[in-house]
């Protein structure tokens, strides 16, 4: 069955680091775009960033473009999100997500496979 595990979450100061792993299994992941979603205490989940089969394009929320580099391995069937200049509005639980679409779309509706996230905590 579809699986998708992150992992790389933790506490950490602003300014710093987080390189965030998704690994997934049960299907192809070469033939799905894969998103990173958030979700804040008492917020909606949001769109953080996407990117496309083959990794050659990406998508990228207002909030994270610049600070944030989403990435996969098809031959390791992994995604990462590499995270700098953290803030501690990053603050969240992050989820790895497979697309039933295209590229380009940013509802969490359009995701059908879904992780179990992992804790990310920026200290000010």
């Known amino acids: 069955q579809v699986q998708l595990v992150e992992s790389g979450g933790g506490l950490v100061q602003a300014g710093g680091s987080l390189k965030l792993s998704c690994a997934a299994s049960?299907?192809?992941?070469?033939?799905?775009?894969m998103a990173w979603f958030r979700q804040a205490p008492g917020k909606e989940r949001q769109f953080v960033a996407a990117?496309?089969?083959?990794?050659?394009?990406?998508d990228y929320a207002a909030s994270v473009k610049g600070r944030f580099t989403c990435s996969r391995d098809n031959a390791k069937n992994t995604v990462y999100l590499q995270m700098n200049s953290l803030k501690p509005e990053d603050t969240a639980v992050y989820y790895c997500?497979?697309?039933?679409?295209?590229?380009?779309?940013?509802?969490?509706?359009?995701?059908?496979?879904w992780g179990q996230g992992t804790q990310v905590t920026v200290s000010s």
């Open positions: 990117i496309n089969w083959s990794g050659s394009t990406t």
């Open positions: 049960g299907f192809t992941l070469s033939m799905y775009v």
């Open positions: 997500a497979r697309s039933k679409r295209g590229l380009g779309v940013r509802s969490q509706f359009d995701y059908d496979s």
